[in-house]
């Protein structure tokens, strides 16, 4: 079964915003909300400087599941992290909680109060009928469904950012990283959201006993 | 003092020690999905439910996001 990741190249990352633009385009992401941001790592620190897009990484285990008062989040056979916007009460837990930042909140009404929690579907809709209105008015297109992968990545001009299965990622990040004698293989959050393996390794460790 | 009032006194003070202290560090559990459920990305239309097919065709999709080995070698 696949797990559907995230990975930045923050090598290849040259700023462009055409993730975020293509995110909000197909998505038709409502004013004030960043479902996908490019952001600068190091910043004014000479040979360090990166960029590199973030949105939600879909993490193994994420931390706004685990917060989440009246447990709205689900996680796909596929490894995509979902929400039920009709359930959200928009309380902002998972966005203190989210280690990127990642859930948004509209803000509604005259005094600008938080609406319900928006964030990247890894372009997988929501709890609705596949291709619906009522889906792509909540969530935005499913364009797994459809077989296609996101279209922030698709769109990537330099292939930075990277989706879709984990093992097809690491191949081709793999291949990469030696071609250029090894520079750029932080994989920066890749850890934070799918975890070191160290996990793993004690669970192996542990059952080895 | 009074050997009862002692009794109690050390008996309040052990009862209050921090031997029997829960642990105050809180520890977070994902609870149950209460929304509604949700179709799988291979049961849509455009696929029939053939999950094989739905998974092959994402693997290709991936496979494609790399130019290496798109040109010959030079």
């Known amino acids: 079964m696949a797990r559907m990741k995230f990975l930045c190249d923050t090598e290849r990352c040259i700023e462009c915003n055409g993730c975020v633009t293509a995110c909000k385009n197909e998505h038709e992401v409502p004013w004030g909300i960043q479902r996908r941001r490019v952001v600068t790592i190091n910043d004014g620190v000479v040979g360090q400087e ?31 992290v979902l ?15 989210c280690p990127f930042g990642a859930p948004q ?19 997988a809709g929501g709890p609705e009928a596949d291709g619906s209105d009522a889906e792509f008015e909540k969530y935005g297109k499913n364009r797994l469904a459809e077989g296609k992968l996101p279209m922030c990545a698709e769109m990537c001009s330099t292939k930075a950012l990277l989706a879709g299965d984990g093992t097809a990622l ?40 | 003092m009074n050997p009862t009032r002692l009794v ?8 209050l ?15 149950t999905y209460s929304g509604k459920p949700d179709t799988r990305p291979w049961e849509s239309a455009a696929y029939g439910g053939d999950k094989a097919k739905w ?15 798109r040109m010959p070698p030079g």
């Open chain 1, 50 to 80: 990166k960029s590199m897009s973030v949105a939600c990484m879909h993490c193994s285990d994420a931390p706004c599941m685990a917060v989440c008062p009246v447990d709205v989040f689900y996680r796909t056979e596929d490894g995509v």
């Open chain 1, 105 to 123: 909140f509209p803000q509604t009404g005259t005094f600008g109060q938080r609406g319900k929690m928006d964030k990247c579907t890894f372009c």
């Open chain 2, 8 to 15: 109690l006194l050390i008996g309040a003070a052990l009862a």
């Open chain 1, 83 to 97: 929400h039920d916007k009709d359930a959200c009460i928009g309380c902002g837990y998972c966005f203190y909680a």
């Open chain 1, 170 to 209: 690491a191949d081709i990040f793999r291949e990469r990283v030696v071609r250029r004698g090894g520079s750029g293989a932080e994989m920066i959050g890749w850890n934070t959201a799918y975890g070191s393996g160290e996990q793993k390794r004690q669970q192996t460790r542990g059952g080895d006993k």
């Open chain 2, 17 to 31: 020690a921090a031997c029997s202290e829960a642990p105050q560090v809180t520890h977070y559990e994902a609870g």
């Open chain 2, 55 to 69: 998974e092959s065709d994402m693997r290709a999709r991936a496979r494609k996001q790399t130019e290496i080995g």
